[in-house]
């Protein structure tokens, strides 16, 4: 990833009387995002609406044994993206034995292909999806004692999942998830749908330059607005951190715009632990207070990343950042 140093930062910073509204930085992955499925060569809104059609309608054996069948093939012939989840996998667990990293690699696509069926499968009436177990649902709930609250997820797990359950946990709130386009509209609508039919509301962070001043009004409205913090879209200012004490970089924008809200951050991560069956971590609150230093959104930023380091060490094959830097 790049690296801590001044040099490497973006070149903004916060304006010397408080931040200035973000431009939504990098919300939620597309479920196509990441680059084992989402380039051209690799996905088109032809097979994302045969993946459709195949979760949401096809047996329930289908939805259950063919993605781990498919993400294996995508190991085979993915070399390039491979070797970043080979890399990912070394910065969490250290190098091993090539024949244990080669299985966790491909295990890790077999991950990611099942959460994206799921995800894609989630209107079924056949099967149901199931919280096995979600903790810190205290912590949301007196975040939201009379204001909306910022979620801050990643490429982790079956991310997807936690906007199922997230109204009812958090009382009817509406949910909205912030995330970057697809280079493929038709495929991205794909998922938007899905996502859309569920009660999810969707924002493409880069479509629009006023669509912060709109996540800024739900958040004060009381909504949930969900971002992630593993990712840096070009062009976005970030914030230094450590992660598996290496150099990392997360989006300055989710921080900037909980503190313009008067909300709290949460960390949330779901991982998948069977078919179907997930555990919902939400992590205690982060407060930023209304016109934060640069040295207090480094603070904030760099607690919300020990939360995802420690669900990453807790589900190292779920940790879907393809996106090498």
């Known amino acids: 990833m790049t690296e801590l140093e001044h040099p490497h930062e973006s070149p903004h910073r916060p304006e010397p009387h408080g931040p200035s509204v973000p431009t939504p930085s990098g919300g939620l992955p597309a479920a196509s995002g990441p680059r084992v499925l989402d380039q051209s060569r690799h996905s088109s809104a032809f097979w994302r609406r045969l993946a459709y059609w195949g979760a949401r309608y096809g047996p329930p054996s289908l939805l259950r044994y063919s993605p781990p069948v498919l993400g294996t093939f995508s190991a085979a012939l993915l070399g390039d993206t491979r070797e970043v989840v080979r890399q990912n996998l070394r910065r969490v667990l250290g190098t091993r034995s090539s024949w244990v990293e080669y299985t966790d690699v ?8 099942s959460c994206l069926a799921e995800a894609l499968g989630a209107e079924r009436t056949d099967t149901k999806a199931v919280a096995r177990r979600v903790s810190g649902a205290e912590h949301l709930m007196a975040a939201l004692e009379g204001r909306g609250a910022l979620l801050a997820t990643a490429h982790l797990g079956a991310w997807d999942a936690a906007a199922r359950w997230l109204p009812e946990l958090a009382r009817g709130r509406e949910v909205v998830v912030v995330m970057t386009s697809e280079a493929d509209a038709e495929a991205r609508r794909v998922n938007d749908t899905v996502r859309e039919r569920i009660g999810v509301r969707v924002v493409h962070s880069d479509q629009h330059p006023l669509n ?8 004060r409205r009381g909504s949930i607005v969900c ?4 990712r840096v879209p070009e062009g976005v200012r970030a914030v230094p951190v450590r992660l598996f004490e290496a150099p990392f970089r997360v989006p300055q924008g989710p921080f900037t715009l909980a503190a313009l809200a008067g909300v709290s951050v949460l960390p949330l991560f779901v991982g998948r632990v069977g078919f179907l069956r997930y555990d919902v971590d939400i992590g205690p609150p982060i407060d930023i207070p209304p016109r934060p230093s640069r040295v207090e959104l480094v603070r904030a930023a760099q607690r919300a990343t020990d939360e995802m380091e420690r669900f990453i060490r807790a589900h190292p094959t779920q940790w879907f950042h393809f996106h090498g830097e």
């Open 227 to 230: 971002m992630q913090l593993d």
């Open 106 to 113: 491909v295990r890790t696509f077999a991950n990611y292909a």
């Open 212 to 219: 912060a001043l709109g996540l800024l009004g739900d958040l």
